[in-house]
Structure formats: structure tokens, C-alpha cells
């Protein structure tokens, strides 16, 4: 996620506005110095009420965006969050999941059919975004198993927290599973 990103299939980046425009997003042509409204601040609304945005990111394709609207930190890089899912087209905003708070690595599949997300049970779990349909994907989460994710040592070290990658067709997930039950406490 992060401040800008390149729209798919042009030389033009998408940014979000500063100051009193913090709320819209524009595009800007590079090789023109054009810059025109993207996203207006309306669309980021949901159920009535303005859902702010810490980060973003698109799909592939760019016909979506992943808005983590709160966070939490957990230890220097890894953080839960609440998060949401943009149709850009239809300008529609949804919840990712019906209890869409404390998730975490959370990624949209490449095919766009998809989100996937670890949980506070330390499970990995798979959203139809169509369906509104959750799945869970691993059984195995507890206080020291994580499925998806690395514990504090491997994100302080290593700086790695996120273990999880889905494959190019959207048919898979690879993950982590690490078992801290020998980690002294």
C-alpha cells in the first residue's frame, strides 16, 4: 500500500489529494502534467458515515481498491486493521467480511474474486467478494501456531510478517505455518 500507484495500462498515477482535498483521489498524467479528479470524496462513504483511509491499494487490474480504514500495531511492521473493498466502477463500498475489524494481511486474489485475510485466531481466510461468502482456509490458528503470518522474532530480525501468497491463477494459497510452542515466554 502507499501514497501512489501507476493506473493500469497508462503512463498516469493515482494519488491522493493533500490538505482539504486528503479525502478525493486524482490522476495525473505524466507526460501531459494533467491532473483530474479520480475518485471524489463521496464514494469513500459507507452506511452513511465517511470511511477514512490510512492505506490503499488496487488489484491488478485496477478495478478495485483495498481501504484499511483503522489500525492497530502489533509490532513494528505488522498491524489488524478494518478494512473495506472499492468497485471503482460502480463506485460502491463494502465491508470486507461481516466483522471486517483485527484483520491483517489482508490482499485481494489476482483474479479479483477474492480477499484473503488472517484473523485474531491465527487462521487464514478466504472472502468471495461476490457472494459476500467467508471461508476458512486453515484450522490449525491458536495462541502459538500462526498460519499466514511470522511471529515477533522473524518481524523483528527479518523483517518479514507477511507468509502467505496467493498463486497467479487464484486456485492457491501458499502459507506459513510456524509453531512458537518452544518459544520461551
Known sequence: MGNYKW????????????????????LVDLALGDTTIY??????????????????????????????????????????????ILDIAQRSLAKVSDKNDLLRNVKISPDNRWLSYIREDNNLYAYNIKRKREKKLTRTGSE??????????????????????????????????????EVGR
Not at 19 to 25: A, M, P, T
Not at 163 to 181: C, F, H, L, T
Open 7 to 26: 493506473d493500469v495500462g497508462s503512463e498516469k498515477i493515482i494519488l491522493r489529494g493533500r490538505g482539504v482535498n486528503r479525502k478525493s483521489f486524482y
Open 39 to 84: 475518485l471524489d470524496s463521496s464514494v469513500f462513504n459507507h452506511e452513511g458515515a465517511y470511511v477514512p483511509v490510512l492505506k490503499w491499494n488496487l488489484s491488478k487490474d485496477g478495478s478495485m481498491m483495498l481501504i484499511q480504514s483503522e489500525r492497530d500495531r502489533i509490532w513494528r511492521h505488522s498491524n489488524t486493521g478494518t478494512y473495506y
Open 144 to 181: 502459538t501456531i500462526l498460519n499466514g503470518h511470522y511471529g515477533w522474532v522473524y518481524e523483528e530480525e527479518l523483517s518479514g510478517f507477511d507468509g502467505y501468497r496467493w498463486s497467479p491463477n487464484s486456485k492457491y494459497i501458499a502459507y506459513v505455518e510456524e509453531d512458537q510452542s
